[in-house]
T-cell receptor
Framework: NAGVMQNPRHLVRRRGQEARLRCSPMKGHSHVYWYRQLPEEGLKFMVYLQKENIIDESGMPKERFSAEFPKEGPSILRIQQVVRGDSAAYFC??????????????FGPGTRLTVL | QKEVEQNSGPLSVPEGAIASLNCTYSDRGSQSFFWYRQYSGKSPELIMSIYSNGDKEDGRFTAQLNKASQYVSLLIRDSQPSDSATYLCAVNRLRIYNQGGKLIFGQGTELSVKP
């Protein structure tokens, strides 16, 4: 019974390159959340998606960041033209459908992004 | 005022003692509350969820919720060195049923259990 899967686990990019982070939710889960943890800071919500829909993107930076969760395949968090300030751990979490306020979110191992 | 506040610690307790971790939140509309444990360099691991006022026990862990005081706590009995980690309090301010909801995290409390 696999948990939330993320890849790559570590990603190094030079300034100006693109970063693509992937997340496959737990089996039976249809809600995906992305969080970012900057060094010495807490976990911050970025975006919440269901299949083919962005439900809440209130935590996404206005520029360079986008997310999708297609009908088939993993959820993708895409960061264009990365800057050093994007260096962080990016965590994906998933939760089952139809739980409403009682949804428990389970986290993947994270992707550590380093921008040189 | 931060939406979810925790003492950053470190909180140091001797092995076998009770560790008490506290969290306050600002939004009275918050409906569900979670405690996560995060070891250094690892991802958060869900250890407790609580939705109603009162206590909820699971093994050595007890979560306590007081919505009137906007206060959540986590007690760890018989603390072990392996419990040494950062404990994150998270709050869900869901407004629309059946649409999950984002978690708002506190800064975390670092717990150190000394042998």
């Amino acid at each position: 019974n696999a948990g939330v899967m993320q890849n790559p686990r570590h990603l190094v990019r030079r300034r100006g390159q693109e970063a693509r982070l992937r997340c496959s939710p737990m089996k039976g889960h249809s809600h995906v959340y992305w969080y970012r943890q900057l060094p010495e800071e807490g976990l911050k919500f970025m975006v919440y998606l269901q299949k083919e829909n962005i439900i809440d993107e209130s935590g996404m930076p206005k520029e360079r960041f986008s997310a999708e969760f297609p009908k088939e395949g993993p959820s993708i968090l895409r960061i264009q033209q990365v800057v050093r300030g994007d260096s962080a751990a990016y965590f994906c979490a998933s939760s089952p459908p139809d739980k409403g306020v009682y949804n428990e979110q389970f986290f993947g191992p994270g992707t550590r992004l380093t921008v040189l | 005022q931060k939406e979810v506040e925790q003492n950053s610690g470190p909180l140091s307790v001797p092995e076998g003692a009770i560790a008490s971790l506290n969290c306050t939140y600002s939004d009275r509309g918050s409906q569900s509350f979670f405690w996560y444990r995060q070891y250094s360099g690892k991802s958060p691991e869900l250890i407790m969820s609580i939705y109603s006022n009162g206590d909820k026990e699971d093994g050595r862990f007890t979560a306590q919720l007081n919505k009137a005081s906007q206060y959540v706590s986590l007690l760890i009995r018989d603390s072990q060195p392996s419990d040494s980690a950062t404990y994150l309090c998270a709050v869900n301010r869901l407004r629309i049923y059946n649409q999950g909801g984002k978690l708002i995290f506190g800064q975390g409390t670092e717990l150190s259990v000394k042998p």
